[in-house]
């Protein structure tokens, strides 16, 4: 036993001794890497989620912080690239996710951390995990669910509700002050891009966001590389639930007087594909059953427009007859190829009577005229467009869009026209024309992707060539007096056939290649090339009393034309995450050259050069808080009438002689945009300024001849001019109250112009004030009871240099409200009502009424989902609608007055059928969706 001991003692004395190390040198360590890891989280719609807690933890790391206001956190002085995510946040299901990264990076920029929603139901908690405006790169999104509805209201009754949105009741929609010209549902065109079809039969419960966007065309869209000025677009993104089913919603209405209106809207969904059938047949008064957002929800209205402000009320005067169905299918067509085709007819017979006076300016005197007129326009369209999207594989996408319209309109005019002073004359006449419009193109874009990530190049190729035929007959019984004697110079007829006919071919060719410098940078390079030309036919003949056409030679032509223009763009772009800004240099040669055919050829050829900065900056402090400014500038060139050298006395009593020596105007574009909205307050700031300076524009120069009986008529010259500018500002201001019962909106636009005229060959200075200034309450205290009160004032100034024109200030103050009372129980049972009192100040006493106009409803809705409601509305109730129009350009102001029958009764039933099924599945998973609500198959 104890010789075993001693074995064991031994044994481990020698292993120690063995593993003793020699003496060691300090060897100072390294020091840890630090490292920023930052990211996002979002919930299943892709909204962030602000407050959510978020914690990272390794061996070397236990860290935690919450999300800011745009679901963003970020942790500093990191230790370790391998951690452990976990996040929480109320009403969503926690996430743990383990995450190993490159060591080497001082900066980790995570994957967006997605959160699910909890199944568990909260009683009385409202978890809001976005805010309701997010303002990104080129978009304006609005949060849907934020913003509550009647069931079964449309989407314009939910556009009713955001701040910054003006809606008319003709489906006409303005966001922070600029017009709004398409539709799109889910990334695509809906109902050809008609924007009043689709917010007016689209139901808002499908509505998941409201994105309006920046447009600068489909190349722009897959390359990033903008060029020239966008259109405002509005984009509607469905709900995930409401992806799969079937709608219908169908209304019929009679009234007295011959006044009708019917809607259908049928539609399918699945996901990406979408089938509609919708249909409006209307017979109805303008400006009161379809007036603008001028006019406010009210009825009828006073307008006042200034040429040069481009301000005015919605809506005309005078009845009209519409139908204008469309058939619009989209689909996948497996995982490469989507289509999207479109058919639209529009019928529009508009019959009006307008009375007119006014005033016209020149360096010889001034000519005062009355004008009674009566009118009946027809007008009808087709118009068919076809999309088809092939995705060829990863690197390669082809877009081909065919496209065709007809269009054709009947007019027949009759009027009495009283001039005196400079011009004292009688004209009695009647005319008539008849025009036909066919129109076909299409679109051809081709994009490849390189394998360097962000490097690519697209080709995209635009031909379109319309054929204009146009019929006019004039018959005109003109009185010459001497001076301002009731002596009669001269008793003439005049009796005339015109034909013209326009042949318009465009072709524009556009490439654009990507080189990525880093991460933040890359250079854009953009050639383009735009050909418009023009055949141009126009015959005037004299019926003689056999009622047989004789062609003038000297009142005929036959001109053709072209213009050319080639756009050499390069641009630097540097981008980082709160800001990016874009700097670079455009070319621009134009070529306009042209013959004249009539009376020996008469050659015109024109040059020109101009060099364009390319200039766009933008700075985010959040989602919710930007600002930009941007710069682009664009040639135009002179049109038909303008640039033909030949006498066109089509009109006797105002000729026209066109410039050949005309240059293109060009056109310098700065635009400016704050947007700031403060969630926790909902408070919405929205402000823009836009500057635009012409140089080489074109500008008419009236010049007062005599004719063989010694009395003045108007000539009708052309010119280039420089120093034309405009300068327009607006702002908007929108306040939400007690959970959005109450909202306050203020909007306000200030418009400077600048122009010049000519008159007898003398400047004419132009200076336009405009000031608008509009303050809107939406009150919602209770479930029965909306109130919308509504007031504005504007003032438009015109001031002219020549000493015989006559200033004009018009001053308006508009009263509007509109509400709605909801009784029983259910609150089935509606009362609505809607008025507007207009004071107008500066126009002829003739015209201006000031109208009182009262609008009426009541309804009751039936069965148990609502969707069955019968209404009754009556139209100006008191009779007294009327449309006031003023009209100022650099020579002339022209007051009208259109008065229509506007007092009519209507008695409607209207229903609204769906059934949802949810949302598109693949191998039983939901499908993903890009930012434009379109689904990834």
């Given at each position: 036993m104890k010789q075993t001991l001693l074995c064991l003692l031994f044994f481990c004395f020698s292993a120690a001794f063995a593993q003793t190390a020699p003496p060691r040198t300090n060897v100072v360590k390294p020091p840890l890497a630090l490292r920023e890891v930052s990211g996002i989280v979002k919930d299943s719609t892709d909204n962030a989620v602000s407050g959510a807690t978020v914690k990272l933890k390794s061996a070397t790391d236990s860290l935690i912080t919450t999300t800011n206001s745009d679901g963003i956190f970020v942790f500093k002085n990191v230790k370790s690239a391998t951690f452990v995510m976990s996040v929480s946040s109320v009403g969503f299901r926690p996430l743990v996710k383990?995450?190993?990264?490159?060591?080497?990076?001082?900066?980790?920029?995570?994957?967006?951390?997605?959160?699910?929603?909890?199944?568990?139901?909260?009683?009385?908690?409202?978890?809001?995990?976005?805010?309701?405006?997010?303002?990104?790169?080129?978009?304006?999104?609005?949060?849907?669910?934020?913003?509550?509805?009647?069931?079964?209201?449309?989407?314009?009754?939910?556009?009713?509700?955001?701040?910054?949105?003006?809606?008319?009741?003709?489906?006409?929609?303005?966001?922070?002050?600029?017009?709004?010209?398409?539709?799109?549902?889910?990334?695509?065109?809906?109902?050809?891009g008609d924007l009043a079809q689709a917010i007016q039969s689209l139901g808002a419960d499908i509505v998941d966001k409201i994105q309006v966007v920046d447009d600068y065309g489909d190349q722009a869209a897959r390359t990033g590389i903008k060029d020239g000025d966008p259109q405002k677009v509005l984009n509607i993104t469905t709900k995930a639930d409401r992806s799969v089913g079937n709608t219908a919603r169908i209304s019929a209405g009679a009234g007295n007087d011959g006044r009708y209106e019917s809607r259908v809207a049928l539609a399918r969904?699945?996901?990406?594909?979408?089938?509609?059938?919708?249909?409006?047949?209307?017979?109805?008064?303008?400006?009161?059953?379809?007036?603008?957002?001028?006019?406010?929800?009210?009825?009828?209205?006073?307008?006042?427009?200034?040429?040069?402000?481009?301000?005015?009320?919605?809506?005309?005067?005078?009845?009209?007859?519409?139908?204008?169905?469309?058939?619009?299918?989209?689909?996948?067509?497996?995982?490469k190829i989507q289509v999207n085709m479109n058919y639209r007819y529009n019928s529009r017979h508009v019959n009006s009577t307008n009375i007119s006076d006014g005033e016209r300016y020149s360096t010889l005197g001034t000519t005062f005229f009355k004008s009674n007129r009566a009118s009946q326009n027809n007008s009808d369209s087709h118009n068919f467009s076809f999309e088809l999207e092939y995705n060829i594989d990863s690197a390669n996408f082809l877009r081909v869009t065919p496209s065709f319209s007809y269009s054709g309109s009947v007019s027949e005019n009759n009027s009495t026209n009283y001039q005196t002073g400079l011009i004292h004359q009688d004209i009695l006449g009647s005319t008539s024309s008849h025009n036909t419009n066919p129109n076909y193109g299409g679109i051809v874009f081709y994009q490849h992707i390189f394998k360097k990530p962000r490097r690519n190049f697209s080709i995209q190729v635009n031909y379109n060539t319309a054929d204009q035929e146009q019929e006019n007959t004039q018959n005109n019984h003109i009185i010459y007096y001497q001076d301002a004697s009731s002596n009669v110079l001269k008793d003439s007829l005049v009796n005339r056939y015109i034909t013209r006919s326009n042949l318009t071919k465009n072709l524009r060719t556009s490439m654009t290649y990507v080189e990525p410098l880093s991460q933040s940078s890359q250079l854009e390079f953009n050639t383009q090339m735009n050909y418009r030309g023009y055949d141009n036919e126009a015959l005037t003949n004299n019926i003689d009393v056999a009622g047989r056409?004789?062609?003038?030679?000297?009142?005929?032509?036959?001109?053709?034309?072209?213009?050319?223009?080639?756009?050499?763009?390069?641009?630097?772009?540097?981008?980082?995450?709160?800001?990016?800004?874009?700097?670079?240099?455009?070319?621009?040669?134009?070529?306009?050259?042209?013959?004249?055919?009539?009376?020996?050829?008469?050659?015109?050829?024109?040059?020109?050069?101009?060099?364009?900065?390319?200039?766009?900056?933008?700075?985010?402090w959040s989602r919710q808080q930007r600002v930009s400014i941007n710069y682009s500038g664009s040639p135009t060139e002179p049109?038909?009438?303008?640039?033909?050298?030949?006498?066109?006395?089509?009109?006797?009593?105002?000729?026209?002689?066109?410039?050949?020596?005309?240059?293109?105007?060009?056109?310098?574009?700065?635009a400016a945009q704050y947007n700031n909205y403060i969630a926790n307050s909902k408070l919405n700031l929205s402000a823009n300024v836009n500057t635009s300076i012409i140089s080489n524009q074109i500008v008419t120069n009236t010049v007062q001849i005599k004719d063989n009986l010694n009395t003045f008529k108007n000539e009708t010259r052309f010119v280039n001019l420089s120093g034309i500018y405009t300068v327009n500002g607006n702002y908007n201001i929108a306040k939400q109250l007690a959970d959005r019962k109450y909202n306050l909106s203020l909007i306000g636009n200030v418009t400077y112009g600048h122009g010049i005229s000519m008159s007898n060959n003398e400047e004419n200075v132009t200076t336009t004030w405009r000031f608008n200034e509009r303050f809107g309450p939406r009150i919602n205290p209770n479930e029965s009871i909306e109130v919308n009160p509504f007031v504005a004032y504007d003032v438009a100034r015109t001031l002219y240099t020549l000493p015989r024109s006559t200033n004009t200030n018009v001053r308006t103050l508009s009263m509007n409200i509109d509400g709605k009372f909801y009784f029983l129980e259910d609150k089935t049972f509606t009362v609505g009502y809607n008025a507007s009192k207009n004071y107008v100040k500066g126009i002829s006493n003739n015209l201006s009424r000031n109208p009182l106009v009262i609008n009426a409803f009541i309804e009751k809705n039936f069965l148990k989902k609502r969707n069955l409601t019968v209404n009754l509305q009556v139209f100006d109730i008191l009779k007294q609608n009327n449309f006031v129009n003023q009209v100022t350009t650099e020579n002339s102001v022209t007051n009208t007055l259109t008065n229509a029958l506007s007092r009519y009764f209507m008695l409607s039933v209207r229903t609204n059928l769906q059934k949802w099924t949810g949302s598109p599945r693949r191998n039983g998973q939901e499908l993903r969706r890009r930012g434009d609500g379109s689904f990834i198959q």
């Open positions: 383990r995450l190993l990264n490159n060591d080497v990076l001082p900066r980790l920029v995570l994957d967006p951390l997605v959160l699910n929603s909890s199944s568990k139901e909260l009683d009385e908690v409202v978890i809001n995990g976005a805010a309701s405006i997010t303002y990104k790169t080129d978009t304006v999104e609005y949060k849907a669910s934020d913003y509550k509805v009647r069931p079964n209201a449309t989407v314009d009754e939910l556009l009713k509700k955001m701040e910054g949105m003006e809606v008319g009741t003709d489906g006409s929609v303005t966001h922070q002050g600029q017009a709004i010209t398409k539709a799109k549902l889910n990334g695509k065109e809906y109902a050809g969904t699945n996901g990406n594909q979408v089938i509609s059938v919708i249909g409006n047949f209307n017979n109805t008064v303008n400006g009161v059953a379809s007036t603008g957002i001028a006019g406010g929800s009210a009825g009828g209205n006073n307008a006042v427009s200034t040429g040069n402000s481009g301000g005015g009320g919605g809506g005309s005067g005078g009845t009209t007859t519409s139908n204008n169905p469309s058939i619009s299918y989209r689909d996948q067509w497996g995982k056409p004789v062609v003038i030679d000297s009142l005929s032509n036959i001109f053709n034309y072209s213009f050319t223009e080639v756009r050499i763009a390069a641009n630097y772009r540097f981008t980082k995450p709160k800001y990016n800004f874009s700097l670079g240099l455009t070319a621009v040669p134009t070529l306009l050259e042209g013959t004249k055919v009539t009376g020996g050829n008469i050659d015109t050829r024109r040059t020109n050069f101009n060099l364009i900065p390319i200039a766009r900056f933008q700075y985010a049109s038909f009438n303008q640039i033909q050298p030949v006498r066109d006395e089509s009109n006797p009593q105002n000729p026209v002689v066109g410039n050949p020596n005309l240059k293109p105007a060009f056109r310098h574009n700065i």
